[in-house]
């Protein structure tokens, strides 16, 4: 599995085919060296702390997910049932890779692991996104966030 | 993914990110991107392999101190080793022939089998540390099976939430069922790759049985949500017979 070749040819010619937004230009941000970044994760897994509503179709907003959330309050609700969960399952870290960061972090390898990390779930429409995208940018900017890791599943 | 990436990067924060699915990334072109050949639904590969998940993470974050771009692709050379299938593992039930059962009878099917993985249930989530993905119904797992088996018998269902409908209601028990069922099914030392997890719950269970009936039951149902949910959010497209 992986590979589109590994898909079954009607899922893999959805995913190949798939409409892409056109955004005009590809913007580019810098930073210093990453072992002066602090680093955050936003996934699009539609990850939900335990009790907080699961994502629903066309749910275009983000759920916050605190560095100090213990791994069995993490939820994974995206929609899309043709996604494996049984990675998620085992170990957390297969989507949402806090436990690297932190272990990067304390060998020096990242300046340090944002306090705040986020979750959107993919299958919506993007131009939606757009505004709570720019929120979670305004709140990634308190935590002085400059090395986001993006999960998509 | 990379629209999500896109916002980011305007408003000055720099991004990397995994992708799955090549064509897709080189058509967005995101600033920076590291293609992994894992299976969709793990992007940092192996479960339960640090040492293979810090090279991912490390190879992304790496692209972040690039000095040109943007627009930067690149290839994880090496294949999530979970993948591959593991000999020694073994299906937790003895297999459940639906051939050989009518469709009246699959609901006392699926309360009778599901009860049965407790036991394994309860081992693979003591190996976690307790840790447990079910609980998006907000039901407990004996609540979400009879959910399950009520709808597919046909009885008028009542959501146990005022916030959610009797029909994404459904949709939340069957995802806990699912997580229910492989859960148990990771008990243990071996180490099942998804797909021999998902071979066993869909040909080999009654609850794999029941929800493929769900679905086929609800494909034409004049309720339009019940039909979007049975076609699209109950059986994976790769699990539907004749699919591919």
């Known amino acids: 599995m992986v590979r589109l070749t590994d898909l079954p040819p009607a899922q893999a010619k959805r995913y190949g085919e798939l409409d892409c937004p056109n955004l005009g230009f590809t913007p580019f941000a810098s930073g210093p060296p990453l072992a002066q970044r602090r680093v955050a994760i936003v996934a699009s897994a539609g990850l939900v702390v335990r009790g907080e509503k699961p994502f629903r179709g066309g749910d275009a907003d983000y759920r916050v997910i605190p560095s100090s959330t213990p791994p069995d309050q993490l939820l994974f609700s995206h929609i899309s049932i043709n996604l494996d969960r049984t990675g998620f399952q085992e170990d957390w870290n297969t989507v949402f890779p806090l436990d690297r960061l932190n272990a990067l972090a304390e060998e020096r390898v990242i300046g340090s692991v944002a306090a705040t990390h986020y979750s959107f779930m993919g299958a919506t429409d993007p131009v939606l996104m757009a505004p709570h995208a720019r929120a979670v940018a305004g709140l990634l900017k308190q935590d002085r966030v400059d090395a986001v890791l993006l999960s998509p599943v | ?106 609901p006392s099917a699926l309360e009778i089998e599901a009860p049965q993985l407790a036991p394994l249930y309860a081992a693979a989530r003591a190996q976690r540390g307790g840790r447990t993905t079910v609980g998006l119904s907000g039901m407990t797992i004996d609540a979400a099976v009879r959910y399950v088996a009520d709808f597919l018998r046909g009885k008028p269902m009542t959501s146990p939430s005022a916030e959610v409908s009797p029909v994404l209601a459904l949709r939340f028990a069957a995802d806990d069922l699912k997580a229910f069922y492989t859960e148990a099914a990771s008990a243990g030392s071996a180490k099942p790759s998804s797909r021999q997890i998902g071979d066993w719950f869909w040909n080999d269970s009654a609850a794999g049985a029941a929800l493929q009936a769900l679905r086929r039951t609800h494909l034409d149902s004049p309720d339009d949500r019940l039909k979007l949910i049975a076609g699209l959010f109950l059986v994976p497209g790769a699990r539907v017979p004749n699919s591919c």
């Open chain 2, 1 to 106: 993914m990379s629209a999500l990436g896109h916002y980011l990067e305007v408003e000055g924060i720099p991004t990397v990110a995994i992708s799955l699915v090549r064509p897709q990334t080189e058509r967005t072109r995101p600033p920076r991107a590291l293609w992994v050949p894992f299976e969709l639904g793990r992007p940092f590969g192996a479960p339960s392999d640090a040492a293979f998940q810090r090279r991912v993470v490390l190879a992304a974050l790496r692209l972040l101190e690039a000095p040109n771009g943007p627009v930067l692709l690149e290839d994880f050379p090496d294949d999530d080793p979970r993948a591959r299938p593991d000999p020694a593992w073994r299906a937790p039930l003895a297999r459940f022939d639906p051939a050989a059962t009518a469709h009246d009878a699959l």
